[in-house]
Nanobody, 127 residues
Framework: QVQLVESGGGLVQAGGSLRLSCAAS????????MGWFRQAPGKERVFVAS????????YYADSVKGRFTIARDKAENTVYLQMNSLKPEDTAVYYC????????????????????WGQGTQVTVSS
């Protein structure tokens, strides 16, 4: 059974930091691109960041570029999202996801590309 489990969410003041983790089990994700998305109340799920299998090539939404960093530990089958300089508008449920196969850059920003999803972790940033 394929499973993605996020952790690390919580309540933080504006300007603070959090590190999200996503542990994968049931399949080796080392060759899959993985991504982080977020969904605020009443809004659609949107792209935050993604990383290719090589653990080097990364992509970010403009709203988080320079503040968030995605990384993966292939040996641990885990992907991370380091979030710095958090803002109230970063408040959302954060989901990690994995996609089977190779996709061009723009597809890695799309919800529909991903085959596996975690249950989400709440991040709340107070002003």
């Amino acid at each position: 059974q394929v499973q993605l489990v996020e952790s690390g969410g919580g309540l933080v003041q504006a300007g603070g930091s959090l590190r999200l983790s996503c542990a994968a089990s049931g399949v080796t994700f080392s060759n899959y691109p993985m991504g982080w998305f977020r969904q605020a109340p009443g809004k659609e799920r949107v792209f935050v960041a993604s990383i290719r299998w090589n653990a080097i090539t990364t992509y970010y939404a403009d709203s988080v570029k320079g503040r968030f960093t995605i990384a993966r530990d292939k040996a641990e089958n885990t992907v991370y999202l380091q979030m710095n300089s958090l803002k109230p508008e970063d408040t959302a449920v954060y989901y990690c996801a994995a996609a089977r196969g190779y996709y061009p850059d723009y597809r890695l920003r799309e919800v529909g590309t991903y085959d596996y999803w975690g249950q989400g972790t709440q991040v709340t940033v107070s002003s």
